[in-house]
């Protein structure tokens, strides 16, 4: 009766509950359950029953991944969309449709269609290639089998079959399934570690506790036999938070806990200890993994762009020539269909090849890019945009971890009156020995001790007290692993120093923790209640944890409660910025002061205070802080308003400094892409005085410039006033904090963007992830030049996909940076070459390529109009059939598709003298004035190949085709040669087999081609002539040209 009871209850709560969310909806109505059947439905809290998934209040999604573009049905239509929704493929489709219309035929169908196919198979392949990829990985996660428990016992589940309400065990280094609330856990210590690099990008463990009601059951089956249930939050985004509660209603009285994020394991998380068993919460796309995975902007290359703009000339010239045509024939007869052939007549002005060249160089380039052995590991995880690295003007770059190894090392504590740097750290140490020496001695207290004992014993109670703040205030675990001569149990029981690893969510607290060992105070052992130090004489000092709060960027600090297990003291430790802790410790002097000058030196600051509590004060803040826990809505402002009523007047102990090392070779590489013509601009969470003393120290900004530190401001006046002293500075470096950069991006965006782009270097400081993002795309916005965003960490995410190029540094921070790039290096002096070397080939070969291919268009259309003209403006082809597919394909396509090898100077070269890379930043390369070159280059030979074959042919328009076509070959070929700069053995590979292809072809060619006449010696020399008068020219004038105004690359290879 009871329980039938308590189930009307829950019922009754939940109908109540949806009432509260949508006043419209009382109850479950019809609209309702319509819209839950079609999905869409908006996202509300829920409740959910352990081990019982059938007392659903709602419908739940599959628990399936599916990052696939397209299904079976959709692949074809989709793809096929995707790629006529453009209109230069749309025109290729419109023009092949065309011949199926007779009076607009102008000869085989094949000659229309099989570019086209080509084309589109290309595309179809490489798309299904991918989708079929996805689909593997996939089916490879949702296959995976877990152990579920049921009434029946333990039973294999996949994946894509857990349910909501489902109780899963996860066993060490699996994958957790779905998002689940932590009920048990086989580790001694109740607790567990998870890996999260695959949802946040950090690479340390973090530390989950389970339910503290259900973990204290003798066996995991027992949470089928109590009735409790989880309320949770409706699905969201948020990673880093949770609200929730559980229930358990058969004991007496009802237990109610509050839920955090503390205890939850979210899906792609990895399981770093022990077996777990969780209830999930959320499953397939409310999963907080899935939620979180958004599709990055579909970046288009500026070259891309620019060869479209190319393309529309090309097509605009190509309707202003038909129009010619018809005009020149005075519109006479049915004049709209001459225009109509007439543009399917000069449709090689548009070149249907350009695309697919374009689209194979990239590939090449991004394979020769992944097989540098100067840049291993280097991954190109965009393939579309390599040209974009040869034309960076803005490199906007993280500090941490980017420009600094993120390896933090111990250098300095300094205790107001007194600092112990290095090379002093023995005096720490005998401090520390000095204090549990006295005390295990424990002495009679003395009445004569000098003074200078007094100074001493005080110090060394200062330091102590300090050393044990550090020691306890942090979130480090110390875990044993085998050495291979003692395994974990055996470690783990005797605190073996030669098998204990630091765990920790920051490499700071690990630095911390590690110096603190050194001078003689270990932590040998932590679990969720308590920790455990040793004394230089080995002694073990327990802790009980009574509170922890932990670090957060808001907060900026974090603190413990502990009780000393010998004396029965509680204290209250903390640590943070001192931006934060200013406010929180009592007055003094020389914090302020002591902070800026270790923050100049390159050390990060961190000041630790203490607050020692009574048994009473404890006890009311604890009744507070649960109460404050247990609430649903407002629960971390309530929560973060008691915390706060303890952090007041604590006691000032140390400031501790901790220096982060540079990487390797940063300061040579940013003096090589400062000489290139690319500013750099550091952006970074840090202080300003770290800021800025990194930047010097790496060089960003140079000994001899001036600094300019743009004071804090807070309003519109402030801000003008200091934008006015700004501007009467010249070449100074620019350093200013994220808050005074929003109140000016605010009232004066235009004004600072225009003097901070004047500035040789700019660091912006204490940067939130989401400006950092704010600041490329104003660049790009306010300039038009192209950003490169280079960084390590998750918080670098949002920069590095707005800008035009992202590369992503594999660091201690994890991978989430790196897999989020277009470009994945290894360290950051290989940008250098990425930049120097690869991105000015890729540009500088696209940009010879493409011309080139329009060149080899423009020549036949050139000759296509002489013909035309010549016969009284008829719309007859010239060439037909497969002479017309085998001049953009196999007669051509090896050697102009081998330009992607060329190079004008070598890699040591370019590295050498990054001033090469300066001439591409104007896009000279690829402007109006070469793409013109190329056109009158193209008429002059196309002009050239047709009067001189209509001026020598003898008797039959068959000999016109001969003449004509085999010149236009070999003048593409020698084209080729004139245009490649530094020879590779494949280039001459394809001419010569480009050539052999077209010589063995004329033999299948009689019905285009008088097989007997190419075999005279007057075709061989007509031949000649036309080709000498085409080529000759140009080789003359390339010489000249590099005779008397050679271009600067020249000046270094000659």
């Known amino acids: 009766m009871g329980t039938r009871c308590a189930e009307q209850r829950q019922e009754g709560g939940q109908r109540a509950l949806a009432a509260r969310q949508d006043p419209a909806r009382p109850g479950r109505t019809r ?22 998934p059938e007392k659903r209040d709602q419908r739940y999604p599959r628990n399936v991944i599916n990052n696939q573009k397209y299904n079976f049905f959709t692949f074809l239509p989709g793809v096929l969309f995707n790629q006529f929704k453009y209109f230069f493929n749309l ?12 009076e ?147 004991s007496d009285p009802p237990v109610n806990e509050s839920l955090s994020i503390e205890n939850t394991l979210w899906a792609s998380t990895v399981i770093a200890s022990g077996t777990v068993v969780g209830v999930v919460l959320y499953t397939g796309r409310e999963l907080r993994s899935v939620m979180n995975t958004s599709n990055p902007r579909s970046k288009i290359g500026l070259f891309d762009l620019e060869v479209n703009c190319l393309t529309k000339i090309l097509f605009g010239a190509l309707v202003v020539v038909s129009l010619v045509m018809v005009a020149l024939q005075h519109f006479a007869g049915r004049w709209y269909l001459q225009i109509i052939r007439f543009l399917l007549l000069f449709s090689n002005i548009i070149p249907i090849s350009l695309r697919v060249n374009l689209d194979m160089g990239k590939i090449v380039y991004s394979w020769v890019i992944r097989r540098d052995s100067k840049i291993p590991g280097t991954v190109v995880r965009s393939s579309t945009i390599p040209e974009q690295l040869g034309r960076i003007s803005y490199l906007l770059t993280d500090k941490t971890g980017t420009l600094t190894q993120n390896e933090m090392v111990f250098k300095r504590l300094h205790l107001g009156t007194v600092a112990y740097g290095l090379d002093s750290m023995d005096e720490v140490q005998s401090h520390i020995f000095s204090i549990y020496t006295q005390q295990s001695q424990d002495p009679p207290a003395v009445k004569g001790l000098t003074l200078a004992t007094k100074v001493r014993k005080t110090m060394s109670s200062r330091v102590h007290e300090a050393v044990k703040a550090i020691a306890l205030c942090h979130n480090v675990t110390p875990v044993y692993e085998s050495n291979g001569v003692t395994d974990q149990a055996e470690a783990e029981r005797h605190y073996e120093d030669s098998c204990r690893v630091y765990q920790a969510s920051s490499p700071d607290e690990v630095a911390l923790v590690q110096w603190t060992e050194s001078v003689g105070l270990t932590l040998v052992g932590r679990d969720q209640s308590s920790v455990q130090l040793r004394t230089p004489g080995g002694h073990i000092l327990n802790f009980t944890i009574l509170q922890i709060f932990p670090f957060t960027y808001e907060s900026k600090r974090m603190g413990i409660i502990v009780r000393d297990e010998s004396t029965g003291e509680i204290t209250f430790y903390m640590k943070g910025a001192d931006v934060v802790m200013a406010g929180i410790v009592q007055y003094n002097d020389w914090l302020e002061e002591e902070c800026g000058n270790m923050a100049r030196e390159g050390l990060r600051v961190l000041v630790v205070a203490k607050k020692s509590l009574t048994e009473e004060q404890y006890q009311d803040f604890e009744a507070r802080y649960v109460q404050a826990k247990l609430s649903v809505h407002d629960r971390s402002l309530k929560v973060a308003t008691v915390i706060e009523s303890l952090e007041m007047e604590m006691e000032l102990l140390c400031l501790t400094g901790v220096e982060d090392q540079l990487q390797t070779d940063v300061r040579p590489t940013l003096e090589t892409l400062r000489n290139a013509g690319i500013k750099v601009w550091m952006l970074t969470g840090d202080k300003l005085e770290t800021a800025t003393c990194t930047a010097k120290n790496a060089h960003l900004v140079t000994r001899t410039q001036d600094i300019h530190i743009f004071r804090l401001v807070t309003n519109r006046g402030e801000a003008h006033l200091e934008l006015n002293a700004f501007r009467r500075k010249h070449d100074c470096a620019l350093v200013i904090s994220g808050d005074s950069l929003e109140v000016c991006l605010k009232y004066y965006e235009y004004e600072f963007m225009e003097l901070a782009c004047q500035c040789p270097a700019v660091v912006c400081c204490r940067c939130a992830p989401t400006q950092k993002a704010q600041i490329v795309r104003l660049l790009q916005e306010r300039t038009g030049k192209l950003t490169c965003a280079v960084g390590d960490g998750g918080n670098d995410v949002s920069m590095i996909q707005e800008a035009d190029c992202g590369v992503g540094v594999e660091g201690k921070e994890g991978k989430q940076a790196s897999l989020a790039a277009d470009f994945s290096i290894t360290q950051f002096k290989h940008l250098g070459r990425l930049l120097m070397v690869h991105g000015r080939n890729s540009y500088k070969r696209s940009a010879a390529l493409s011309q080139f291919v329009i060149h080899r268009s423009l020549c036949i259309s050139t000759m296509q109009a002489v013909f ?128 052999s292809c077209y010589i063995a072809s004329l033999v299948f060619l009689h019905e285009f081609i008088d097989v007997y006449f190419i075999a005279t010696l007057s075709f061989l020399w007509k031949v000649t002539v036309i080709t000498l008068v085409s080529c000759l020219p140009l080789y003359v004038l390339k010489y000249l040209r590099r005779r008397f105004s050679p271009p600067s690359y020249s000046k270094l290879t000659s």
């Open 31 to 52: 609209c309702c359950e319509c819209l839950r059947c079609c999905g869409r439905r908006d996202p509300r809290p829920r409740t959910v029953w352990l081990g019982h």
């Open 104 to 250: 607009m035929r102008l000869g085989a169908l094949y000659t229309y269609w099989v570019p086209l196919g080509f084309v589109l198979a290309v595309t179809v392949i490489r798309e299904a290639a991918e989708e079929i990829r996805c689909y593997m990985r996939d089916k490879e996660v949702n296959s995976q089998i877990y152990s579920k428990l049921t009434a029946r016992g333990t039973v294999k589940v996949k994946s894509s079959n857990i349910q909501v309400g489902d109780l899963i065990i996860v066993e060490k280094n699996q994958r957790v399934p779905a998002d689940m609330i932590f009920l048990r856990t086989s580790e001694k210590n109740g607790s567990c570690f998870l890996r999260t690099d695959q949802l946040d990008g950090e690479t340390d463990w973090k530390l989950r506790l389970p339910v503290t009601c259900t973990q204290r059951l003798p066996t995991a089956s027992e949470l089928l036999q109590i009735r409790s249930y989880v309320y949770a939050e409706e699905p969201n985004i948020d990673i880093h938070n949770f609200v929730g509660t559980f229930t358990r209603e058969d």
């Open 91 to 102: 025109y290729f489709l419109l023009l092949a449709c065309s011949q199926f219309v007779v």
């Open 868 to 995: 035309s003209s010549v016969f009284y403006f008829a719309s007859v082809p010239l060439y037909q059939g497969f002479l017309i597919i085998g001049y953009s394909t196999i007669y051509t396509m090896f050697p102009v598709f081998s330009l992607v090898l060329d190079k004008d100077v070598k890699s040591e070269v370019a590295m050498l003298y990054p001033e090469l890379y300066k001439d591409l930043l104007k896009g000279r390369p690829l402007s109006y004035k070469t793409f013109l070159i190329w056109v009158l280059i193209s008429i002059y030979q196309g002009s050239i190949i047709m009067y001189g074959a209509l001026l020598l042919f003898e008797s039959e328009f068959v000999h016109i085709v001969a003449i004509s076509f085999t010149s236009l070959i070999l003048t593409e070929l020698l084209m080729v040669a004139l245009t490649i700069q530094t020879w590779h053995w494949l280039m001459i590979v394809a001419e010569l087999l480009s050539l």
